[in-house]
């Protein structure tokens, strides 16, 4: 091996090394931090509601309504996000003439630019009142199913998991729309004509061979536009409103917090490690929660490429 090849070998392994040491021990000081927090705590972390680490020598806290309110918001987001994120993809490569696919595939990646902040702003000022008719009408009519029936914030219906939901899956759709883009644009050219001359419509050609060639690349794409949605910040902390007294009870219309808003909208009570330690501790369950994720869409890529 030449001298040069072995010296790029070893930077790039390196780099390898350095990149898993570091994940390593980014979890290992959130752990070490949250440990005191974890012994002062006087309720079982994984199975409690509630959240009061206001006095460090009374701490009670436990993730369980944070960690539904993150699965939820996520959830709704990834289910309207990924059929949207689908047909634009497939009119971007499949059906639109060039000249109309680039400028609008651009618009459509611009949206990934825009910071979490404007997102929460419009969310909470523009598109909770535009959509508030729609909400009362859905919460009314089918109140009778547990998803949709009234929530812990009544009876106002901004601020809820349904408004958050779909801001989230607009912030998420560019992530999802651009790499499933990419992976229906190398679908090879051959199959397509192949199916093209046995008298396939495009609609069949898009059937047979483009969905079938993306599909590991799509669900790859969803899973990682679940893990932004997973951690998003700021644009959740704006909408949700945090519900008094009630926790939430798996309605679409309840308010409450997920890991990130929680931790970013208690920022003042860091000035004491005991109580820090409380909010390390639920980041690591975030840190975690993102690295399963990360880990499934990986296994589930493997599996569709074999």
Wanted: aromatic share 10%; no cysteine; hydrophobic share 55%.
């Amino acid at each position: 091996m030449r001298a040069g090849d072995r010296i790029f070998q070893n930077l790039t392994t390196g780099a390898g090394i350095f990149v898993v040491a570091l994940i390593g021990l980014i979890g290992l000081f959130l752990l070490i931090q949250a440990i005191p927090a974890l012994q002062a705590n006087k309720v079982n972390f994984l199975t409690n509601h509630g959240w009061s680490t206001n006095d460090p020598a009374n701490m009670s806290f436990g993730i369980l309504d944070l960690l539904e309110v993150t699965v939820a918001t996520s959830v709704v987001a990834l289910i309207i996000a990924m059929p949207v994120s689908l047909g634009i993809a497939l009119f971007l490569t499949q059906y639109a003439p060039r000249r109309l696919a680039r400028p609008f595939a651009y618009i459509v990646d611009l949206l990934a630019a825009v910071p979490s902040i404007i997102f929460g702003l419009w969310g909470i000022l523009v598109f909770a009142p535009a959509i508030e008719p729609f909400s009362k009408w859905v919460n009314d009519t089918f109140s009778w199913f547990p998803l949709l029936a009234p929530g812990n914030v009544a009876p106002s219906v901004r601020g809820t998991i349904f408004t958050a939901g779909i801001v989230l899956a607009v912030m998420i759709l560019p992530i999802i729309t651009s790499l499933s883009r990419e992976v229906f644009e190398r679908t090879p050219t051959p199959h397509i004509e192949g199916a093209l001359a046995l008298g396939a419509t495009r609609w069949e050609v898009i059937r047979t061979t483009v969905l079938p060639f993306g599909k590991a690349g799509y669900v790859g794409a969803s899973m990682l536009g679940l893990g932004r949605a997973l951690g998003e910040t700021i644009a959740l902390a704006v909408i949700l409103l945090i519900p008094q007294g009630k926790n939430f009870d798996w309605s679409l219309f309840d308010g409450g917090s997920t890991f990130a808003s929680k931790i970013a909208a208690n920022y003042s009570e860091f000035n004491n490690e005991v109580s820090a330690g409380a909010y390390i501790a639920a980041g690591l369950v975030l840190f975690v929660l993102t690295f399963l994720v990360n880990f499934a869409a990986r296994s589930i890529i493997g599996k569709k490429g074999d």
